[in-house]
């Protein structure tokens, strides 16, 4: 079964660096998202992107993300300027159809900003 | 705020059993679904009921859905050691390009 695929599944950095989390979504999906879910508690949905520009994004996503979907497989969030507060379990996630489809969700990429 | 809301938040049953876990939310959807997710891991999607689908069944998972009550819940009939995880509900309003999550039911399967 395909499936989304997250690199690297660790990622330890001090704050105030620049930290690229890579995700490689199912390949004819269309509509990518990422998620975080600090431990313990929900799933906070950060941005939703289609046809290269993000359609929805929260009040999480602030100035110091970004998303970008360099090439036809890959799509990477990034976090500028790290802080403590980051560390989370990011999740990309993608689907077929904009809305009403499941998500198909990757292993994640656990963040420790130190 | 749409915001999906599971109870209990965390259920320990004995195998065999029947775990009901319930889900409320705040606004008007389009549909609501239910993820699990083993410890540390990503979810996976269970099974999906619209917002005109009152029950839904697939396998041991049996979900409703009350619109009036803006309410699902999560029905697992005959309970593995295996089912052991975390569950959670997930709206998608109308116009949103997003699921929202709730906080999730941590289950646990005693054998």
């Known amino acids: 079964e395909p499936e989304v695929t997250q690199t690297p599944s660790h990622q330890v950095t001090q704050m105030g660096q620049e930290v690229i989390l890579r995700c490689v979504p199912i390949?004819?999906?269309?509509?990518f998202y990422w998620y975080r879910q600090i431990l313990g508690q929900k799933v906070e949905f950060l941005v939703s992107f289609y046809n290269n520009e993000i359609s929805e994004k929260s009040e999480i996503f602030d100035d110091q993300f970004s998303v970008e979907r360099p090439d036809g497989s890959n799509f990477t969030l990034k976090i500028r300027s790290t802080k403590l507060e980051d560390s989370a379990m990011y999740f990309c996630?993608?689907?077929?159809?904009?809305?009403?489809?499941?998500?198909?969700f990757g292993s994640g990429t656990q963040l420790s900003v130190l | 705020s749409q915001q999906g809301e599971e109870d209990p938040q965390a259920l320990s049953i004995q195998e065999g059993e029947n775990a009901t876990m319930n889900c409320s939310y705040k606004?008007?959807?389009?549909?609501l679904q239910w993820y699990r997710q083993n410890s540390g891991r990503g979810l996976v999607h269970l099974i999906l009921?619209?917002?005109?689908?009152r029950e839904k069944h697939s396998g041991r998972l049996r979900v409703t859905l009350d619109t009036s009550k803006k309410s699902s819940s999560l029905l697992i009939t005959a309970s593995r050691a295996a089912d052991t995880a975390s569950y959670f509900c997930a709206t998608d309003a109308a116009g949103a390009q997003k699921l929202v999550f709730g906080q999730g039911t941590r289950l646990t399967i005693n054998p």
């Open positions: 606004t008007s959807i389009n549909n």
């Open positions: 009921i619209r917002s005109n689908e």
């Open positions: 390949s004819n999906h269309l509509y």
């Open positions: 996630a993608s689907s077929e159809i904009r809305t009403g489809g499941k998500l198909f």
